[in-house]
């Protein structure tokens, strides 16, 4: 790119910066770097920041991406980082118009991690803490050696995803205190008197008097302990599995210190899987206002910025960013969602009123009633600000925007998947199961000294998502059993998921099966593993309702 382009690539993003202010968006300061595709699918591994600690993690999604864009199944347009001042990244292969729209889509992005609450806990000073971070592993490898610091960093990055995502937002018990004078010693602080001159001191708060009240606080201290012994740990089920061990597993101070690193990042990196739908629809409606100006453009608005000449390629363009690809597609949902919103505050579409419109009107009614209040845009943002995908979708993916959005529930079918359902209650449902805890099982620690003897046990919370057993062996258990240094155990439950028959021919109409219940019985399964012995190898067994059903060593 020559400096004549740079220029006018500048001036187009003012122009965006403009647009973006008119309309209300509150951005952080946004820099703009335009990025060779080895350049962007290098940051794209990185998690969108310019450096990492060496893992290789990083090169394995490097080559991921890179073989994707040579083979045209993928192309990144941007990347955009949750940082103050706001980093975009663009492709430098883009086209003039594609470049406007990533733009603005970009500050889309930027008002929204500003402003919404999910993004309130997040270190807005990532880039810096992140070489930080860089810093402190590079001193742990060049002290114990890079295979066993990557090898730790692999058994944490294989639980990275038993957290708490709510406990930023609740504060469930107090920080750890830290104590001077090493890790033994403990400085007992006495309540004293103070007078108004030093030397009066030793009258005030006599030697004996200091002595005998050092006493009665040792005294309480060591009841307290002796309470606790018989305490079960922890005392309720603990959900951030990361934070529990951070606090109580074995572990060396340099592992501690990675530990700490990983954890603060899947927690920096837990919001956007929060908040997905939202913020790119949000983000796709604010490129799209800017660009084209909407189908409710006003004449004192900014002018669109998608030229006449470009209007065609915008189009084709942002067509393929809300197409349906077979999946749920999240710039298509929200973006959907974005717009029913603003139509239906502006409309009046709300409260008593409409609910008794909905009830008792007809289609026609319906389809009229506008009370014209123009509140649409002050509604947008203050979801916004205050809601996340799961209190979006549930407030605002009505059974309308269902239907229109053709939205249906499928299931297996034989060797089939057919749509086996157009309710709008069965989806909406299916819809936020997927989003809870990320999709993923939710597992608790249940006993850090089970049956007395320092094992650790887990439980898995059946609740509609079945606990992969192979990941279960040979990724979870072997990882807690390296860091607890203890055997660890996980109790699950094993249902019967049987296909439906398959049919002799595609019925035209597909019955409607029955789903799963809330709540299935199955078989209680306790998988155990204890850490590997002098041959590397983990021994392993399986517990079926109390009965061994399998044993065996594993590498």
């Not at 529990?244 to 956007?272: C, G, H, K, M, T």
């Not at 109409?509 to 709540?519: I, S």
Request: include cysteine.
């Amino acid at each position: 790119m020559n400096k004549i382009e740079e220029q006018k690539l500048q001036e187009e993003f003012l122009k965006i910066q403009k647009s973006a202010d008119f309309y209300g968006l509150d951005c952080f300061k946004t820099i703009f770097h335009v990025v060779d595709f080895e350049t962007l699918h290098e940051l794209a591994a990185y998690g969108g920041f310019p450096s990492r600690y060496p893992h290789y993690r990083w090169a394995v999604e490097y080559e991921k991406l890179n073989k994707q864009y040579r083979h045209g199944l993928m192309k990144i347009y941007e990347m955009v980082i949750n940082t103050d001042p706001c980093h975009a990244y663009l492709l430098l292969a883009n086209l003039p118009i594609d470049m406007k729209i990533v733009a603005a889509h970009v500050l889309g992005h930027n008002d929204f991690f500003k402003n919404n609450y999910c993004f309130g806990h997040t270190n807005r000073k990532m880039l810096d803490e992140i070489a930080n971070h860089c810093a402190r592993i590079e001193c742990h490898i060049s002290k114990h050696g890079q295979d066993k610091v990557e090898e730790f960093i692999t058994q944490v990055f294989s639980l990275e995803n038993l957290i708490d995502i709510h406990s930023p937002y609740i504060k469930r018990y107090g920080e750890p205190v830290k104590t001077e004078g090493g890790d033994d010693e403990e400085i007992i602080e006495i309540p004293t008197l103070k007078g108004p001159r030093r030397y009066l001191d030793r009258y005030l708060n006599p030697e004996e008097w200091k002595k005998e009240m050092k006493e009665i606080i040792e005294k309480k201290k060591e009841e307290e302990k002796e309470k606790k012994i018989g305490m079960k740990i922890p005392e309720e089920p603990e959900r951030d599995i990361l934070l529990f061990l951070l606090l109580n597993a074995p572990l060396q101070e340099w592992e501690r210190d990675i530990l700490s690193i990983i954890r603060e990042e899947v927690y920096y990196f837990a919001p956007q899987g929060q908040t997905k739908i939202m913020n790119e629809g949000w983000a796709t409606y604010w490129h799209s206002k800017i660009m084209s100006g909407g189908e409710d453009y006003q004449k004192d608005e900014p002018a669109p910025l998608a030229t006449d000449p470009e209007i065609i390629d915008y189009a084709i363009h942002h067509s393929g960013t809300v197409a349906s690809h077979g999946y749920l597609n999240p710039y298509k949902l929200g973006l959907a969602i974005w717009k029913d919103i603003e139509a239906r505050w502006n409309k009046g579409k709300f409260g008593e009123e409409w609910e008794e419109c909905l009830k008792k009107g007809g289609y026609e009614d319906r389809k009229k009633y506008d009370k014209k209040i123009g509140k649409g845009r002050e509604k947008m943002f203050e979801v916004r600000k205050m809601h996340n995908d799961i209190a979006f979708l549930s407030e605002f993916l009505t059974d309308e925007m269902i239907a229109k959005q053709n939205l249906f529930h499928f299931q297996k079918y034989g060797d089939f998947y057919v749509i086996d359902s157009f309710k709008a209650n069965k989806i909406k449902k299916q819809v936020l199961f997927q989003l809870t805890n990320f999709g993923d099982p939710i597992i608790k620690i249940e006993d850090a000294n089970y049956k007395k003897q320092g094992e650790l046990y887990l439980k898995h919370y059946w609740e509609g998502i079945s606990l992969d057993l192979r990941w279960a062996k040979e990724v979870l258990l072997k990882s807690l059993a390296l860091i607890w240094k203890r055997p660890v155990n996980i109790e699950t439950v094993i249902t019967e998921e049987k296909d439906l028959p398959a049919p002799k021919t595609h019925p035209e109409k597909p019955p409607e099966f029955p789903g799963f219940p809330e709540k299935i019985k199955g078989e209680v399964m306790i998988l155990r593993c204890t850490p590997p012995g002098k041959d590397g190898k983990y021994d392993y067994n399986e517990k079926k309702n109390g009965e061994i059903v399998e044993t065996k060593a594993i590498i």
